[in-house]
């Protein structure tokens, strides 16, 4: 065992060791003209504890009287020094003769330790280590313990419950303050009379957790004014009351303890009096979110309240929603936040936080209920948008022949009601001229872009292009488009060739079918960059008699390439009777600024 410090410097002794029973403080010995006190032997440098030879009654002796010596309550241990090659017969069984030497068991060290419980003494008989613990006239636990040889090495952890002289008693953290008012205090000692010696401190507390002893008082300072301590600077405020006892070690009876102030505001997110959020939407959608914010206390917020709104993505962005202040609060007064969240940047699972007078803008109570947290479940745009492509108002066929002039109409359509399609980058066409070179076009004159405009119930974007192709060829249009969320028009983009011939022709006319029983319709192709300002279709008899005559504006749409005619002649003259059975020859008759139109093919 190494008890304190030192060991011991004597072989075949006694070593006892004490604790004061109060603080734990280690009793300690001294040299004196050779000796230790209290008759012990010379002590060890650190004078931490007493030795005692024990090969003798008189030796034993003076250990009695060293532990009769000892204050009550002092914890004394007890362990034997021993030295294998010294041979001792002075074990147990001598030791309980001591008390017919001098007459009585309270002179007798086998008889004392038995009393304080040392139980394992009796199997002291031969040169074997030991240690017992135990408290003077007290009936506290004791340990023992005895080793097997003399050789056996034996320890002990001896957990000692000791009571400090001195001792602090903290209060909880008081406020935040508008201002301080009093502090109150009663309390009685434990014993009379007493050395009880008690202080207190005032400590005040900034909002940044720094701490500074305002005041110190005595215990005659029972009511004190602390309205001199500015609530501005120090908004929080503990106690803390030192006590001393240098007699018993008992603590101060503290019946109470009391601050007097005028508390700051507290308002709470008062989510069962109103809150509106829709937690489930589609990308895109504004959605209003609107909660209720209570002054839930008896103090006015001075100044206007300050509110932050956020909501955090999936991927831990931070998107920051703009919100008025809200008006100072009366007591019991309640003000709705309100805002609009934008969902067209967010996808996925999110959390809309709220922030009610952040940072202690203005002082509070507490914080904690001025936040709240919900999630927003937003569906991602993940649908295609149509991609739609016409020359002159028509769809037309790889290879076709266009106008050199042509109208062409690109129409980009989303299913999303809330993403328009606004922004002139969504839509990117070239146009490959038959030379092979590309060709990119820029808004202007020639290409002009028309934003959707969801209030029309449709979220379509389109370009007019009006270009010019003055060679005659082969041309490729290419048109890509997508939308807001970068969703493409498929997963090619739209490629279309077609053929420019600039010279003004018309092919033969035909009709289709012929012969015909109910109607038939007519197939021709015009050229150029324009439809003829006539064109005529007379249906002749084969004597050359003229029996109808088909006008343009009878034909319906007519336009530069390809056209079968949305009308259809039904076999009846012009004044609508029906024709006779047989063979009918028809002719075409067109002019272009006053000019007949060559043939085409």
Same mark, same amino acid.
Not at 40 to 69: M, Y
Not at 118 to 127: A, I, K, P, Y
Not at 249 to 257: H, I, Q, R, S, V
Not at 404 to 413: A, C, D, E, T, Y
């Given at each position: 065992?190494?008890?304190?410090?030192?060991?011991?410097?004597?072989?075949?002794?006694?070593?006892?060791?004490?604790?004061?029973?109060?603080?734990?403080?280690?009793?300690?010995?001294?040299?004196?003209?050779?000796?230790?006190?209290?008759?012990?032997?010379? /002590?060890?440098?650190?004078?931490?504890? *007493?030795?005692?030879?024990?090969?003798?009654?008189?030796?034993?002796?003076?250990?009695?009287? *060293?532990?009769?010596?000892?204050?009550?309550?002092?914890?004394?241990?007890?362990?034997?020094?021993?030295?294998?090659?010294?041979?001792?017969?002075?074990?147990?069984?001598?030791?309980?003769?001591?008390?017919?030497?001098?007459?009585?068991?309270?002179?007798?060290?086998?008889?004392?330790?038995?009393?304080?419980?040392? @139980?394992? %003494?009796?199997?002291?008989?031969?040169?074997?280590? *030991?240690?017992?613990?135990?408290?003077?006239?007290?009936?506290?636990?004791?340990?023992?313990?005895?080793?097997?040889? #003399?050789?056996?090495?034996?320890?002990?952890?001896?957990?000692?419950?000791?009571?400090?002289?001195?001792?602090?008693?903290?209060? /909880?953290?008081?406020?935040?303050?508008?201002?301080?008012?009093?502090?109150?205090?009663?309390?009685?000692?434990?014993?009379?009379?007493?050395?009880?010696?008690?202080?207190?401190?005032?400590?005040?507390? +900034?909002?940044?957790?720094?701490?500074?002893?305002?005041?110190?008082?005595?215990?005659?300072?029972?009511?004190?004014?602390?309205?001199?301590?500015?609530?501005?600077?120090?908004?929080?405020?503990?106690?803390?009351?030192?006590?001393? =006892?240098?007699?018993?070690?008992?603590?101060?009876?503290?019946?109470?303890?009391?601050?007097?102030?005028?508390?700051?505001?507290?308002?709470?997110?008062?989510?069962?009096? *109103?809150?509106?959020?829709?937690?489930?939407?589609?990308?895109?959608?504004?959605?209003?979110?609107?909660?209720?914010?209570?002054?839930?206390?008896?103090?006015?917020?001075?100044?206007?309240?300050?509110?932050?709104?956020?909501? !955090?993505?999936?991927?831990?962005?931070?998107?920051?929603?703009?919100?008025?202040?809200?008006?100072?609060?009366?007591?019991?007064?309640?003000?709705?936040?309100?805002?609009?969240?934008?969902?067209?940047? %967010? @996808?996925?699972?999110?959390?809309?936080?709220?922030?009610?007078? /952040?940072?202690? &803008?203005?002082?509070?109570? %507490?914080?904690?209920?001025?936040?709240?947290?919900?999630?927003?479940?937003?569906?991602?745009?993940?649908?295609?948008?149509?991609?739609?492509?016409?020359?002159?108002?028509?769809? !037309?066929?790889?290879? =076709? !022949?266009?106008?050199?002039?042509?109208?062409?109409?690109?129409?980009?359509?989303?299913?999303?009601?809330?993403?328009?399609?606004?922004?002139?980058?969504?839509?990117?066409?070239?146009?490959?001229?038959? =030379?092979?070179?590309?060709?990119?076009?820029?808004?202007? &004159?020639?290409?002009?872009?028309?934003?959707?405009?969801?209030?029309?119930?449709?979220?379509?974007?389109?370009?007019?292009?009006?270009?010019?192709?003055?060679? &005659?060829?082969?041309?490729?249009?290419?048109?890509?488009?997508?939308?807001?969320?970068?969703?493409? #028009?498929?997963?090619?983009?739209?490629?279309?060739?077609?053929?420019?011939?600039?010279?003004?022709?018309?092919?033969? %006319?035909?009709?289709?079918?012929? /012969?015909?029983?109910?109607?038939?319709?007519?197939?021709?192709?015009?050229?150029?960059?324009?439809?003829?300002?006539?064109?005529?279709?007379?249906?002749?008899?084969?004597?050359?008699?003229?029996?109808?005559?088909?006008?343009?504006?009878?034909?319906?749409?007519?336009?530069?390439?390809?056209?079968?005619?949305?009308?259809?002649?039904?076999?009846?003259?012009?004044?609508?009777?029906?024709?006779?059975?047989?063979?009918?020859?028809?002719?075409?008759? +067109?002019?272009?600024?006053?000019?007949?139109?060559?043939?085409?093919?």
């Amino acid at each position: 065992v190494y008890p304190v410090s030192d060991w011991g410097n004597s072989f075949n002794t006694l070593q006892l060791v004490v604790l004061d029973g109060i603080t734990g403080t280690v009793r300690k010995n001294a040299l004196q003209n050779g000796t230790g006190l209290y008759e012990s032997s010379a /002590p060890a440098p650190r004078f931490n504890q *007493f030795q005692f030879p024990f090969n003798s009654a008189t030796d034993r002796r003076k250990v009695v009287r *060293f532990i009769n010596a000892m204050p009550a309550n002092s914890i004394i241990i007890m362990y034997n020094l021993l030295l294998n090659s010294t041979v001792t017969n002075q074990f147990a069984p001598v030791w309980a003769t001591d008390a017919t030497t001098f007459g009585s068991t309270d002179s007798s060290l086998y008889h004392v330790l038995k009393n304080y419980g040392f @139980s394992m %003494l009796d199997q002291f008989t031969s040169n074997k280590p *030991f240690i017992f613990k135990f408290t003077k006239n007290s009936p506290a636990a004791t340990y023992q313990q005895i080793g097997l040889s #003399a050789t056996q090495i034996i320890t002990a952890t001896l957990p000692l419950t000791i009571t400090r002289v001195n001792g602090l008693i903290t209060s /909880p953290v008081f406020g935040p303050a508008n201002e301080w008012k009093y502090f109150h205090w009663g309390g009685a000692p434990k014993e009379s009379p007493t050395k009880d010696s008690i202080r207190y401190k005032i400590i005040g507390i +900034t909002n940044s957790g720094n701490e500074t002893v305002i005041m110190n008082l005595d215990s005659s300072s029972k009511h004190v004014d602390i309205s001199s301590i500015d609530a501005n600077q120090y908004p929080y405020v503990k106690l803390q009351m030192e006590q001393y =006892d240098s007699l018993k070690g008992t603590p101060y009876e503290l019946d109470y303890w009391r601050l007097n102030y005028l508390p700051v505001p507290e308002g709470a997110v008062a989510t069962n009096l *109103f809150f509106n959020m829709t937690d489930s939407v589609t990308q895109g959608e504004q959605v209003p979110f609107e909660v209720a914010f209570k002054n839930i206390s008896q103090v006015a917020f001075s100044d206007s309240i300050k509110v932050d709104l956020k909501v !955090i993505d999936e991927a831990n962005g931070t998107h920051i929603i703009s919100v008025p202040k809200l008006k100072p609060l009366q007591p019991n007064d309640t003000a709705i936040i309100r805002a609009l969240i934008d969902t067209r940047t %967010l @996808s996925g699972i999110n959390t809309v936080a709220l922030d009610v007078n /952040p940072n202690q &803008d203005q002082p509070e109570q %507490l914080h904690y209920n001025n936040v709240l947290y919900a999630d927003l479940l937003v569906s991602a745009d993940k649908f295609n948008p149509l991609l739609d492509v016409t020359f002159d108002a028509v769809h !037309i066929l790889n290879r =076709d !022949i266009v106008s050199s002039k042509p109208n062409v109409l690109i129409k980009l359509k989303d299913e999303s009601r809330f993403l328009a399609l606004q922004d002139t980058s969504l839509i990117k066409l070239q146009v490959r001229y038959p =030379d092979q070179t590309l060709h990119n076009y820029n808004f202007g &004159d020639t290409m002009q872009f028309i934003p959707a405009d969801l209030s029309s119930g449709e979220n379509t974007a389109s370009i007019e292009f009006r270009p010019y192709f003055p060679d &005659d060829g082969e041309y490729e249009l290419m048109v890509s488009g997508k939308d807001v969320n970068g969703n493409q #028009a498929g997963y090619l983009n739209y490629r279309v060739l077609f053929n420019v011939i600039n010279k003004p022709m018309i092919s033969n %006319l035909l009709n289709y079918p012929n /012969p015909f029983t109910t109607s038939t319709a007519f197939v021709f192709t015009i050229t150029g960059s324009q439809v003829p300002q006539n064109l005529r279709i007379q249906i002749l008899t084969i004597t050359g008699k003229v029996v109808k005559e088909i006008t343009k504006d009878e034909l319906g749409s007519v336009h530069v390439g390809n056209n079968i005619t949305d009308y259809k002649w039904d076999g009846t003259d012009m004044y609508g009777q029906k024709l006779a059975n047989g063979v009918y020859l028809y002719r075409v008759i +067109t002019n272009l600024n006053g000019k007949k139109l060559d043939k085409y093919g």
